[in-house]
């Protein structure tokens, strides 16, 4: 069954692509209504389950367009949304057509019982008028204009404050002198002051406009120094029309100091000649002190970088340095994060002479949050596999990391076996991950299953073991999404990647050849894993 998935959360379309591939499904997905329903006309799934709020075209919006198609309209709907207010929205959604509405986060048995239900129960969706398009269109309008109306309050709201603001600009510049927030003080050649901008001087300096006219401009400097260095400027300014511009220290009335900015030019007379002088005031305290918090910030950066780093070393010394020697086998792995650290890993140890574990993980995300789950989670598949079979491990390590996944909010795909040379046998399990395959000798492709759910996600299954025999010339490849999200144009499937490593080659010359399929001129979009098993030669 084909189902299309409308969310504009890649996290969440991803867990469901996990619930439903396991159920058997394909799975299509889009970011938001207007995508969902070309994919919807082009691809005509079997079963749409669709996000509320989205952009540019919303969850209702995108449900009345399918219902209106005479095509499209007998496609069950389900809404599945994290945001709930109450049971308007539900109402609305069954009044327009939907078939149910579930709200985030559901438990995954109990999410897949409810699509089960809806496309067992084959009925018309509830809300769907019966007399034609047009009483169709009157119901949608009906359940819908609460919606609509509010959209023209707002753009009332929105009308109301670009007049005021019109308003407000109408009467700045009517006043646009007194209204300048720098203070403007105008003199005469004598530095005597006849002007100045009343609420800007009243704010900056604390004096009413009577009480410096007439005064000497010395009365607003806090030493002779600066107003020497303003006069000098002053004697500097020969031609019209230039300015000239220093920094000062500034007294108020009540004998604070403040650093200001001054910007001096020359008043000009009717005739254009020179008859006094104009001095722009601006306090730049506020500037000097974001000035000194953006040095502690950059400051602060460098450091950060550097513990970035630090970090990003560590965790590539997490990663194993060597590759194992197992008689009849080769294995090989690459590791590159989307940014200087990850939530991707891969490990191998040795558990008994000629027996080892290989693990690939991949924790939700990247950066730094991921980073420091990935180091919990290697650990604890570390001391968890060293003494039980991994379904056991497992198992325990679910049990584990159950708490310290669900406080941050994130789950953990993850696929982990145990290599037996002598009989050269695989016993594996398989955590929600999927992203693994077995190319025979012979160039056949298999699928490794059973698969469960990812580490972090509420069920009540136990995970199930799986096991395969290699035989020579065999190759097992286990690779993280981002080799598939780096170039999704690509569509690169398990057949085509078991494609690419035809021929012969070491299993470190594969993991080159996988990783180079993106072609990336940079870091990829998501971390990329690729880890290669290659079965040498008859024991």
């Avoid at 069950?76 to 049971?87: A, N």
């Avoid at 084959?122 to 047009?134: D, N, V």
């Avoid at 602060?300 to 197992?326: D, F, I, N, T, W």
């Amino acid at each position: 069954m084909r189902v299309l998935v409308v969310d504009d959360n890649g996290e969440d379309r991803k867990l469901l692509r996990y619930i439903l591939e396991r159920q058997g499904c394909e799975v299509i997905e889009a970011a938001d209504g207007e995508e969902g329903l070309a994919m919807a006309g082009s691809r005509r799934p079997a079963l749409i389950v669709s996000d509320a709020l989205m952009p540019r075209m919303d969850g209702f919006q995108f449900l009345h367009r399918i219902k209106v198609d005479p095509e499209l309209r007998g496609i069950p709907f389900i809404f599945y949304s994290s945001v709930y207010t109450g049971d308007k929205d539900e109402k609305l959604a069954l009044a327009l057509g939907a078939d149910a509405f579930l709200v985030k986060p559901t438990e995954p048995d109990a999410l897949w019982r409810e699509i089960r239900a809806v496309l067992e129960r084959g009925e018309p969706p509830r809300g769907m008028a019966k007399a034609g398009l047009i009483a169709e269109e009157e119901e949608y309008l009906r359940q819908y204009s609460y919606i609509v109306t509010a959209k023209i309050e707002e753009k009332v709201r929105e009308l109301e404050k670009a007049n005021a603001e019109i308003r407000q600009s109408a009467k700045s510049y009517r006043n646009l002198f007194s209204s300048i927030r720098d203070v403007i003080i105008v003199t005469d050649d004598n530095r005597t002051i006849l002007d100045a901008n009343q609420p800007a001087l009243r704010e900056t300096f604390g004096y009413e406009l009577a009480e410096v006219q007439g005064r000497n401009g010395r009365l607003l400097y806090a030493d002779d120094e600066g107003y020497r260095a303003a006069g000098a400027e002053l004697a500097h300014l020969t031609v019209p029309g230039k300015a000239r511009a220093l920094e000062v220290s500034f007294r108020k009335k009540g004998g604070e100091t403040f650093i200001g900015e001054l910007c001096v030019i020359r008043r000009l007379g009717e005739e254009g000649v020179p008859t006094g002088n104009i001095g722009m005031i601006r306090d730049i305290s506020e500037r000097k002190r974001a000035e000194e918090a953006l040095r502690e910030s950059e400051r602060g950066r460098y450091l950060l970088q550097a513990e970035l780093a630090c970090a990003a070393e560590v965790q590539a010394k997490l990663l194993p340095r060597h590759s194992p020697v197992l008689p009849g086998f080769e294995i090989a792995a690459g590791c590159f994060p989307a940014r200087q650290v990850g939530g991707d890993f891969y490990d191998w140890q040795e558990v008994a002479p000629g027996i080892i574990t290989l693990t690939l993980g991949d924790v939700m995300g990247s950066g730094m949050a991921a980073a420091v789950l990935m180091a919990e989670v290697r650990a604890t598949v570390r001391a968890l596999s060293m003494q039980h079979e991994p379904e056991t491990a497992m198992q325990l390590v679910e049990s584990a990391l159950r708490q310290d996944l669900e406080s941050s909010e994130s789950f953990v795909t993850l696929f982990h076996a145990r290599l037996n040379a002598a009989d050269r046998t695989l016993a594996y399990v398989d955590c929600g991950h999927g992203y693994v395959f077995l190319r025979r000798a012979d160039g056949a492709v298999e699928e490794l299953l059973p698969r469960g759910l990812p580490l972090g996600v509420p069920s009540r299954e136990r995970y199930q073991a799986g096991a395969l025999t290699f035989r020579q010339g065999d190759v097992l490849v286990i690779y993280s999404d981002g080799l598939i999200d780096a170039r999704p144009e690509l569509e690169l499937t398990s057949r085509l990647l078991a494609d690419r490593l035809a021929g012969d080659g070491s299993s470190l010359e594969l993991v080159e050849r996988l990783t180079a399929l993106p072609a990336l001129a940079g870091p990829p979009p998501d971390d990329l894993t690729v880890l290669v098993v290659r079965c040498k030669e008859d024991l």
